[in-house]
């Protein structure tokens, strides 16, 4: 296969500089449909991952507010980027406390890599749940739809602007010589204003908002629930947080394009407005560390130590600071979760109940 820097010179040649969003875009398509990222022999390592333990409260967080529903019947239990497959394991496993819930659900994965796609048949293939996959959540059959999101809104391309005395100006990928290099496209964007000051980074995240869009018009319609985890603040603010990784390490995001993960930080007051224009009730925010405390990881982690060896209880003791402690080391403060649902659950467990005020 040619390498997608020839792709994309040959395309700038031809085209001119292209949006960071288009760059992102066939950059991730590439990347993702090329290998498996995950894990410590890859790029980066994400929550289901370093513990069973946090499918785990996801799924107890799901069956909870289905329960609380009413227990509509049959339901879609969604998943967006399954990644291997191993969230939606733990999950499917904590199913077995209300076989009424697994009975009800057919599974749908979201999913456009056919190489993790393979990974996710070979993890749930025994699971006994029905599986299907889509390449987008409009794919999915209506339905009341409980669906889960970690680390796959961080996944989308954003468009960037940068102040300047003009206005914003598009944050563009061009070509000098042989190298990619950003510029920006010299007309500024009338319908965004004027920026504050030059030099800040407006980031906008307009394949997310379509997403959220369309799961909050999905369960305003068909009822249901969406939890979203993933890296990011509660804006609106200003700055640029497109970053690559390769082998855990942050790396130049036009250096190796289609090889090392393309990431930003999410914008969940952005999503929050989405899913609110499309007439759902918001929760949240929290961040992850508080909400799994509150639906109980230190009791799982007790609960999994009493059966462990000296060994395996310090590596659950690892992962559960690693999931919940703050600071630059843990994902406790960094990652964030907001839920969606329809507009009549005005609780769900772990959320406070109403979103900060814009
Ligand atoms: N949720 C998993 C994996 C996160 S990595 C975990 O927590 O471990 C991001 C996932 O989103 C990968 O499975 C990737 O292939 C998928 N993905 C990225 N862009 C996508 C898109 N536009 N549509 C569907 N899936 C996408």
């Known amino acids: 296969m040619k390498p997608l820097r020839d792709t994309l010179r040959e395309t700038i040649a031809l085209e001119g500089p292209i949006t960071v969003e288009r760059y992102m875009s066939l950059c991730l398509r590439h990347y993702y449909a090329t290998r498996d990222p995950l894990g410590s022999a890859g790029d980066f390592t994400t929550a289901p991952e370093i513990s069973q333990m946090f499918g785990e409260l996801i799924g107890l967080w799901m069956m909870e507010v289905w329960n609380g529903m009413g227990r509509p019947a049959p339901c879609r239990l969604v998943e967006l980027g399954p990644g291997r497959g191993t969230l939606m394991a733990d999950l499917m496993r904590a199913t077995r406390l209300l076989p009424d819930f697994k009975g ?7 999913e456009t890599s056919p190489a993790l796609r393979q990974k996710q048949q070979a993890a749930l293939a025994s699971s006994g749940f029905s599986l299907q996959w889509h390449d987008y959540i409009g794919e999915v059959p209506p339905g009341p739809t409980f669906l889960v999101a970690n680390e796959f809104f961080d996944a989308l391309p954003v468009r960037q602007f940068v102040g300047t005395e003009r206005g914003w100006c598009e944050r563009l990928v061009g070509l000098e010589g042989e190298h990619l290099i950003f510029g ?3 007309e500024p964007e009338p319908a965004l204003g004027n920026p504050l000051k030059p030099g800040d980074v407006l980031e906008w995240p307009g394949a997310s908002i379509d997403v959220v869009d369309e799961v909050a018009r999905r369960v305003a319609r068909d009822t249901g629930a969406a939890l979203i985890l993933d890296y990011g603040y509660w804006g609106p603010a200003f700055g640029d947080t497109l970053q690559a990784l390769k082998g855990h390490r942050p790396v130049d995001p036009l250096v190796e394009p289609g090889e090392a993960d393309l990431t930003t930080h999410v914008d969940f007051h952005r999503l929050a407005q989405a899913a609110a224009s499309g ?7 929290s961040t992850q560390g508080a909400f799994l405390q509150a639906l109980g990881i230190e009791t799982r982690a007790s609960a999994l130590k009493a059966r462990a060896t000296p060994a395996q209880a310090a590596d659950i003791d690892r992962a559960l600071e690693r999931l919940t402690e703050c600071g630059p080391t ?4 960094l990652f964030k979760v907001l839920a969606v649902t329809h507009e009549r659950i005005d609780a769900v467990p772990g959320l406070p109940a109403l979103s900060p005020s814009s």
């Open 184 to 186: 920006l496209r010299p």
């Open 104 to 110: 009800a659900a057919t599974v749908h994965l979201v």
């Open 330 to 333: 843990g994902m406790g403060d």
């Open 279 to 285: 007439n759902a009730r918001v929760h949240g925010l």
